[in-house]
C-alpha cells in the first residue's frame, strides 16, 4: 500500500516572516468589498471606484458611486481631472473576471496608483450590500 498524497500539505507552509511579508503586500494590491463599502460611508473619499464591466451591467446595478469606465476607455485624457496620485480603484463582475486585473494593469501603465477590489458584484452581493442603477460620470466626481 502507497499513502495518499496530501495537496493541501505537499508543500511545506512559508514561514511566519515570509506569511506575513506576502499577505501584507498583498493589501497593497488589493481591498474588498467590506472595507470599500466602508470607506464609502466616511465623510472624505480617498479613491475612486471603477466598474469596469460593460455598460449593460454597470446600468442594471453597480456599486453605489462607483464611475463606469471599461478598461478600453482608460486612457490618460479621461483621468486628466485628477490628480496624480489619485488611487483608483477596480472592479468587475467577481471572481471569476479577470476585468478588474486588466483595467488595473492598464491604470498602472498610466502611473496611476490602483488596487482590485476583490469579489467584484458577487462578493459585494454576498456582503449583502445593494446596488444602484445611478450613474456617475468621472466630470461630477473629479470637482
Known amino acids: 500500500m502507497h499513502a495518499e498524497i496530501n495537496p493541501v500539505t505537499i508543500f511545506p507552509a ?3 516572516q515570509q506569511a506575513i511579508a506576502h499577505f501584507e503586500a498583498s493589501l497593497a494590491f488589493e481591498t474588498d468589498c467590506w472595507d470599500v463599502n466602508f470607506a464609502l460611508g466616511l465623510p472624505q473619499s480617498d479613491f475612486v471606484l471603477l466598474d469596469v464591466r460593460s455598460a449593460e451591467a454597470y ?3 453597480h456599486v453605489p458611486g462607483a464611475i463606469h469606465l471599461p478598461r478600453g476607455k482608460i486612457i490618460a485624457s479621461k483621468l486628466a ?3 496624480a496620485n489619485t488611487l483608483f480603484v477596480t472592479y468587475c ?4 473576471c479577470n476585468g478588474a486585473t486588466k483595467a488595473a494593469i492598464a491604470l498602472a501603465k498610466l ?5 482590485i477590489m476583490i469579489g467584484g458584484v458577487t ?3 454576498d456582503e449583502g450590500f445593494s446596488l ?3 450613474p456617475q460620470t468621472l466630470a461630477s ?3
Open 14 to 16: 512559508a514561514s511566519s
Open 59 to 61: 446600468d442594471k446595478g
Open 81 to 83: 481631472a485628477y490628480p
Open 93 to 96: 463582475a467577481g471572481p471569476h
Open 111 to 115: 502611473g496611476r496608483p490602483v488596487k
Open 123 to 125: 462578493g459585494w452581493l
Open 132 to 134: 444602484s442603477t445611478e
Open 141 to 143: 466626481l473629479a470637482s
